[in-house]
């Protein structure tokens, strides 16, 4: 990942509207060669129809730019070629093996050396000593791996993953990440959408979109620290009746309790801090200044975008 190396990805204004409703809203997006993105945003706010504007399976209204280098107008074709997508539904033969699975997927596309290939994918996947097993028969966390090694079979230059571990428990998500990070080792760019926090938080970048509209980019620590949000963290007892109190108050935008600690933030220190003062002091409790965590950031960003919605 240098700065002489082109963008994986390279697009400005991107607008989609179905019928009357714009679902993608003046989105530019640049993504580094070798870089793992991460894209999050609260259901419908236009990831998938982000990535299929990118992978040429749906044509912006407006806007331009390149995809591996590749006019993602007047070269659509040619992109698809050369990136592997990872839809929320995939779907396999659930009677054929994880091999016969991907020899089959081989042959759909016409892929010529189908052998090394199907070996490379299980190989790089960790999926040879399961190469016989059905694929009906895996869990969740070896089904997706079996999806990405589909994915990958042609090997493509990027990969597009939309919610690739959606429901999977956190040991299986770990490890499909541990192969993300394998994978852009080798030089693969990836694009990932997710609703996981601890995910986001594996990505070299990761942007932010809600109602169409990107709104946060950066690092997480950056997008963290652009965000202007403060918090105040609260210890000890009664926080639920703390928390009823904040609810609405001057300064305070979001209140949640997180066990025996409560998560006060705002933008405007001042307001917050006077919010607080109240309950400065008081022996039963410890009010601290803490940074707000990535998903304090995105419940702020969310509420901000409904606010501008309405
Ligand atoms: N082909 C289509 N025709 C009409 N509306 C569509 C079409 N595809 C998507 N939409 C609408 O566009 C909006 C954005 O959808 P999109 O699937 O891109 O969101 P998303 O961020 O990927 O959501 P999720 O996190 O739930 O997967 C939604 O309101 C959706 O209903």
Request: charged share 25%.
């Amino acid at each position: 990942m240098t700065s002489e190396t082109p963008p994986a990805i390279d697009v400005r204004g991107l607008v989609k509207r179905f019928g009357t409703k714009t679902v993608v809203d003046d989105v530019s997006i640049r993504v580094e060669t070798g870089e793992i993105y991460g894209f999050l945003g609260p259901n419908g706010s236009g990831k998938t129809t982000t990535i299929r504007l990118l992978c040429g399976l749906l044509t912006a209204d407006a806007g331009e730019g390149t995809c591996l280098g590749l006019d993602i107008r007047r070269q659509s074709a040619e992109i698809k070629r050369q990136v592997g997508y990872m839809t929320q539904k995939f779907s396999f033969w659930e009677d054929l093996s994880i091999a016969e699975n991907l020899d089959f997927v081989a042959r759909m596309y016409g892929l010529p050396d189908r052998r090394r290939r199907v070996a490379g994918a299980l190989d790089r996947l960790g999926l040879s000593n399961r190469r016989t097993q059905l694929a009906g028969e895996l869990s969740g966390g070896w089904k997706q791996r079996l999806a990405l090694a589909a994915c990958i079979l042609h090997e493509p230059r990027l990969l597009l993953l939309d919610e690739p571990t959606a429901g999977v428990d956190p040991k299986a998500r770990r490890e499909f990440w541990d192969e993300i990070h394998r994978l852009a080792g080798e030089g693969l760019t990836v694009l990932v959408s997710t609703h996981y926090m601890d995910e986001a938080e594996r990505c070299h970048r990761i942007a932010y979109i809600a109602y169409g509209t990107l709104m946060a980019h950066g690092t997480v620590e950056q997008v963290i620290a652009d965000s202007g949000l403060h918090t105040r963290l609260v210890a000890g007892e009664g926080l639920h009746r703390i928390a009823a109190t904040l609810e609405g108050q001057p300064g305070v935008e979001m209140v949640a309790v997180f066990g025996s600690r409560l998560h006060v933030s705002g933008t405007d220190a001042a307001a917050l801090d006077l919010a607080l003062a109240p309950w400065v002091g008081r022996p039963e409790l410890r009010i601290t200044g803490t940074d707000p965590t990535l998903e304090d950031v995105f419940i702020h960003l969310m509420n901000r975008s409904t606010d501008n919605f309405r």
